[in-house]
Nanobody, 119 residues
Framework: QVQLVESGGGLVQPGGSLRLSCATS????????MGWYRQAPGSQRELVAA???????NYADSVKGRFTISRDNAKNTVYLQMNSLKPEDTAVYYC?????????????WGQGTQVTVSS
């Protein structure tokens, strides 16, 4: 059974920091591209950051220079360090695991964790 469990969300003041974690089980973690997405009320889910199995990362323009994605293959966990948070970063953040193996796609989501940036 595949599970992705996010943690680390909460309420933070503008300019503050949070670190999200996504612990996975039931997958061969090291082969998956891991991503963080977010969805604000009334908006579509958007990609925040993604990291390949080899550690290459890409970011949405809105978070470049503020957020850092990383992964620990030994712990089957992906992280999102969020600094200099802004009110517009408020959203539910979702962890995603994606892989294509022998032509078959695998795509899994966590349940989401709320991040609220407000004074």
């Amino acid at each position: 059974q595949v599970q992705l469990v996010e943690s680390g969300g909460g309420l933070v003041q503008p300019g503050g920091s949070l670190r999200l974690s996504c612990a996975t089980s039931g997958v061969i973690f090291s082969i998956y591209v891991m991503g963080w997405y977010r969805q604000a009320p009334g908006s579509q889910r958007e990609l925040v950051a993604a990291i390949t199995s080899g550690g290459s990362a890409n970011y949405a323009d809105s978070v470049k220079g503020r957020f850092t994605i990383s992964r620990d293959n030994a712990k089957n966990t992906v992280y999102l360090q969020m600094n200099s948070l802004k009110p517009e970063d408020t959203a539910v953040y979702y962890c995603n695991a994606n892989a294509v193996v022998y032509g078959r796609g695998y795509d899994y989501w966590g349940q989401g964790t709320q991040v609220t940036v407000s004074s």
